[in-house]
């Protein structure tokens, strides 16, 4: 019979972020959740042990989902070690006492769900080990449908149009457990955020190229906002980065985009506005309808990989808009780019004479952009 460890002690929560951005997100959380101390973090996880399950959580802005931590097991790797996984993680007394906390608020046909990661030499695939546990914790919870994992989808896609617009918040329509295997360990947690919290309650808007808000957070977070700075995106895109940094104060948030299609109102001489009222010029990068030295700070996630039709075509228009780029900014000013083509941004930048260096690579939809940070000197 495996062995599991009880959750005791003040709430641990695990936070899921961008692979690259764990650093920044540990400082957002340090800030933010009073109190908060970090246990330990993974690519991609941070855990937080925070004194009680604060609002402020959900005033958090690069991290993708919250998961309250409710225990670990011990987990085999075999094929018929999976009903004793199952057993272990249903009886874990977080999981059951959450069931018994939650039912009351779901009236007549509760719903939960089991997702799973897995890393490590195991005979079973997570989906496995999900159904293992799902089918182990609805033998205790009479009146409970097992969502897993057929239906998860659907599940999902109810709660973001059941969400719409409304703010982000714990509560959602099903309970969702997660156990992340870790070679011989299982970590289970209650997933806390629904799946609108990451876009900041919106569903999804769809554009090439285009970053999450919580990536989008990071990036401006980097730029060490002022409340002082003229701040542009000359690549602005849907305007992801531009609706972040316009959370906090600052003189001027102006964006730059090609592609008048993407912002909405923006039209050939006219002027559209971003997610956060932000106004948005239809102009190219690489000639920017701004006066010279009035840009404090740059962040942009410039055009790259697949966007690009013509791979050649990068190293020109880094070239023009590094150069743009220091005909703009104030001295002193700072600016953190995006790219996959380091090398070309690296040799752009030092030729239009700024100095910089590489602070992280992320992981971004199979492809690994590194986030860069220049100085106009
Ligand atoms: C990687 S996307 C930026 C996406 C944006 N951060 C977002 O989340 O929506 C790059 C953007 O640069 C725009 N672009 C490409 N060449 C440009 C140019 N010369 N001047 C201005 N924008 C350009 C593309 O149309 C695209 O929207």
């Not at 400082?27 to 993974?42: D, F, L, N, P, Y």
């Given at each position: 019979?495996?062995?599991?460890?009880?959750?005791?002690?003040?709430?641990?929560?695990?936070a899921t972020v961008t692979?690259?951005l764990e650093?920044?997100a540990?400082?957002?959380?340090?800030?933010?959740?009073?109190?908060?101390?970090?246990?330990?973090?993974?690519?991609g996880?941070?855990?937080?042990?925070?004194?009680?399950?604060?609002?402020?959580?959900?005033?958090?802005?690069?991290v993708d989902?919250?998961?309250?931590?409710?225990?670990?097991?011990?987990?085999?790797?075999?094929?018929?070690?999976?009903?004793?996984?199952?057993?272990?993680?249903?009886?874990?007394?977080?999981?059951?006492?959450?069931?018994?906390?939650?039912?009351?608020?779901?009236?007549?046909?509760?719903?939960?769900?089991?997702?799973?990661?897995?890393?490590?030499?195991?005979?079973?695939?997570?989906?496995?080990?999900?159904?293992?546990?799902?089918?182990?914790?609805?033998?205790?919870?009479?009146?409970?449908?097992?969502?897993?994992?057929?239906?998860?989808?659907?599940?999902?896609?109810?709660?973001?149009?059941?969400?719409?617009?409304?703010?982000?918040?714990?509560?959602?329509?099903?309970?969702?457990?997660?156990?992340?295997?870790?070679?011989?360990?299982?970590?289970?947690?209650?997933?806390?955020?629904?799946?609108?919290?990451?876009?900041?309650?919106?569903?999804?808007?769809?554009?090439?190229?285009?970053?999450?808000?919580?990536?989008?957070?990071?990036?401006?977070?980097?730029?060490?906002?002022?409340?002082?700075?003229?701040?542009?995106?000359?690549?602005?895109?849907?305007?992801?980065?531009?609706?972040?940094?316009?959370?906090?104060?600052?003189?001027?948030?102006?964006?730059?985009?090609?592609?008048?299609?993407?912002?909405?109102?923006?039209?050939?001489?006219?002027?559209?506005?971003?997610?956060?009222?932000?106004?948005?010029?239809?102009?190219?990068?690489?000639?920017?309808?701004?006066?010279?030295?009035?840009?404090?700070?740059?962040?942009?996630?410039?055009?790259?990989?697949?966007?690009?039709?013509?791979?050649?075509?990068?190293?020109?228009?880094?070239?023009?808009?590094?150069?743009?780029?220091?005909?703009?900014?104030?001295?002193?000013?700072?600016?953190?780019?995006?790219?996959?083509?380091?090398?070309?941004?690296?040799?752009?930048?030092?030729?239009?004479?700024?100095?910089?260096?590489?602070?992280?690579?992320?992981?971004?939809?199979?492809?690994?952009?590194?986030?860069?940070?220049?100085?106009?000197?």
């Open positions: 019979m495996p062995t599991a460890r009880e959750r005791s002690g003040p709430p641990v929560v695990l692979p690259g650093a920044v540990i400082a957002e959380i340090i800030e933010t959740v009073a109190g908060a101390v970090i246990v330990s973090t993974s690519r996880k941070v855990y937080a042990r925070i004194p009680a399950l604060d609002p402020a959580l959900t005033d958090l802005r690069t989902n919250l998961y309250l931590y409710l225990g670990e097991v011990e987990v085999g790797v075999r094929r018929v070690d999976l009903s004793a996984l199952g057993t272990a993680v249903a009886s874990l007394g977080g999981v059951i006492g959450l069931f018994r906390h939650r039912e009351s608020d779901w009236g007549d046909s509760p719903s939960f769900v089991v997702n799973a990661s897995r890393i490590g030499k195991q005979a079973y695939s997570r989906f496995d080990a999900a159904t293992a546990v799902a089918q182990a914790i609805a033998l205790k919870v009479p009146g409970w449908t097992n969502a897993t994992p057929a239906v998860i989808h659907t599940v999902a896609r109810r709660d973001l149009e059941d969400e719409g617009d409304a703010a982000p918040r714990f509560a959602r329509s099903t309970v969702e457990l997660r156990l992340d295997i870790l070679g011989q360990r299982g970590v289970v947690g209650w997933r806390l955020t629904p799946p609108s919290f990451r876009f900041r309650g919106q569903v999804r808007a769809f554009a090439p190229g285009s970053i999450l808000p919580t990536i989008a957070n990071a990036l401006v977070r980097m730029s060490e906002p002022r409340n002082d700075d003229v701040f542009l995106d000359p690549f602005a895109g849907t305007g992801t980065i531009l609706a972040e940094r316009a959370t906090t104060d600052a003189l001027a948030v102006i964006g730059t985009e090609i592609d008048s299609d993407l912002i909405p109102g923006l039209r050939p001489g006219r002027v559209g506005a971003s997610a956060g009222g932000s106004p948005v010029f239809e102009a190219d990068a690489r000639r920017l309808p701004v006066r010279d030295g009035t840009v404090g700070a740059v962040v942009s996630n410039l055009p790259f990989g697949r966007q690009v039709l013509d791979e050649d075509a990068i190293v020109p228009l880094y070239i023009d808009a590094a150069r743009e780029l220091r005909r703009v900014m104030s001295p002193n000013g700072r600016a953190i780019l995006m790219t996959t083509r380091v090398d070309v941004i690296e040799a752009a930048m030092g030729a239009a004479g700024f100095v910089g260096e590489v602070l992280t690579t992320i992981s971004l939809n199979g492809q690994n952009p590194s986030v860069l940070r220049y100085i106009r000197v």
